[in-house]
């Protein structure tokens, strides 16, 4: 069991999150952008710049938060971004040493036709290129088909044989249910982890609630919210869970709403306690567990 997080969400530059990383006491990040870029996109030269880094300050990426099929890519559009960035990511993870790389099920498409055939066809395309390589991609329930419903992510795991999934505990909470008719209810965090409890390998911390009167996302600190971030935990820890729990704090700033911004220092300040909180929360929960605090 270890502790990570994205830590561009504490630091725009490698150096911040290197320092943000060892501020906590961890060793691990879970890359996704470095300088604006996510790490399967950064030219060569930057890289290798950043494996050099990283190594010299003996911190190391346990996960790639990639690109590959997210809710920026329509699956009714050419395949050819994900395939190339899949391909780059395979060689830098295999520098790093790097095992693990969250990936997505392509935008969800309004309407009923959600194109599953094609989708499943091109997450088990995305699946053989990396496991082929040694390399485990794990399905994020984010705003893709997967992250439609817990029914839809176990519809991924029947047709894509061997994917894993990284739970985000927080995305249910902002979600809707998609096996609902409209006006669909957002989903329960609880409902949908313990329906896909067994095909984790990896686990996301966000927290938060959902603002229906002005109809958006209010984020929290682990614990706070509605995502039953505490529920969860315990439970992971009393079914022998060993794997990693990775902060998402979206408090200071939201990666993918760049109308959210925040200085610098504040991000840092913010990704720094919501570690240390979610510390507190893991520690009470091994208590409970009866399993040894990290």
């Known amino acids: 069991m270890y502790l990570t997080g994205f830590a561009d969400e504490a630091a725009t530059d490698l150096e911040g999150q290197i320092r943000a990383t ?35 300050a003996g911190v190391t990426v346990n996960c790639f938060g990639s690109a590959i099929a997210n809710w920026g890519k329509k699956i009714d559009e050419p395949f050819d971004s994900s395939l190339a960035e899949a ?3 395979i060689p830098r993870m295999q520098k790093l040493g790097t095992k693990l790389i969250r990936i997505m099920s392509f935008a969800v498409r309004d309407g009923e036709d959600q194109m599953e055939r094609e989708r ?40 894509v044989p061997g994917l894993k999934l990284v739970f985000d505990t927080g995305n249910p ?22 329906n896909v409890r067994e095909h984790i390998a990896y686990v996301h911390i966000k927290d938060g ?12 600190f682990a614990g706070e919210g509605d995502a039953e971030v505490p529920r969860i935990v315990l439970d992971l820890l009393r079914s022998g869970y060993d794997g990693g729990f990775s902060m998402e704090p979206h408090l200071a700033v939201v990666h993918h709403d760049p109308k959210l911004t925040a ?27 009866g399993r040894k605090a990290i």
């Open 22 to 56: 060892k501020e906590l006491g961890w060793s691990r990040i879970e890359s996704r952008n470095v300088n604006g870029k996510n790490i399967h996109d950064l030219p060569d030269a930057d890289f290798e710049l950043v494996a050099a880094k990283l190594q010299a």
């Open 87 to 89: 391909k780059r990511a």
């Open 120 to 159: 499943f066809r091109r997450l088990r395309v995305l699946q053989a290129m990396f496991g082929d390589a040694g390399l485990t991609p794990v399905h994020e329930n984010c705003m893709n088909y997967g992250g439609m419903s817990w029914k839809h992510t176990l519809r991924l795991i029947e047709e």
């Open 173 to 194: 909470v902002f979600s809707q249910d998609h096996t609902q008719a409209p006006p669909r209810p957002m989903q329960c965090a609880w409902e949908f982890y313990r």
């Open 209 to 220: 609630r959902w603002d229906a009167a002005a109809k958006k996302s209010v984020f929290t």
């Open 263 to 289: 200085p610098e220092a504040i991000k840092y300040a913010n990704y720094v306690d919501y570690g240390r909180r979610f510390q507190a929360l893991l520690a009470d929960a091994c208590r409970q567990a």
